[in-house]
């Protein structure tokens, strides 16, 4: 399975971006995908994952963030809103092909396949 991750840039607060994460060699309805970002001078940190069984969120972006998956473009998105300043990082996109129950999905070490990163940057 392989990620490319795309859709970072430079974004004012209360505003909106969407990142994409197109998968190759597996489709994306069967794989747990999640969204990971690490902030400048932070550890890298659980955003959301969507799985068979649904979308997780982390408390970060709950109410902001939207994650979803377009099976024809093999596509997972992160639809963030509302942007903050806090919400600057570089977004990693990551995939196992096993299903992850809820108390794991925000675990990096539950997901085999990464993407490269993505760089968001929020300020006015």
């Known amino acids: 399975v392989q990620l490319q991750a795309s859709g970072g840039g430079w974004v004012q607060p209360g505003g909106l971006l969407r990142l994409s994460c197109a998968a190759t060699?597996?489709?994306?309805?069967?794989?747990?995908t999640g969204w990971f970002r690490q902030g400048p001078g932070k550890e890298r940190e659980f955003v959301a994952a969507?799985?068979?069984?649904?979308?997780i969120y982390a408390n970060s972006g709950k109410g902001r963030f939207a994650i979803s998956r377009e099976n024809s473009k093999n596509t997972v998105y992160l639809q963030m809103n509302y942007v903050r300043p806090e919400d600057t990082a570089v977004y990693y996109c990551?995939?196992?092909?096993?299903?992850?129950?809820?108390?794991?999905?925000?675990?990096?070490?539950?997901?085999?396949?990464w993407g490269q990163g993505t760089e968001v940057t929020v300020s006015s």
């Open positions: 060699g597996r489709t994306v309805s069967g794989l747990s």
């Open positions: 990551a995939a196992t092909t096993r299903t992850l129950i809820a108390s794991v999905t925000a675990k990096e070490e539950e997901y085999d396949y």
């Open positions: 969507i799985r068979r069984t649904g979308p």
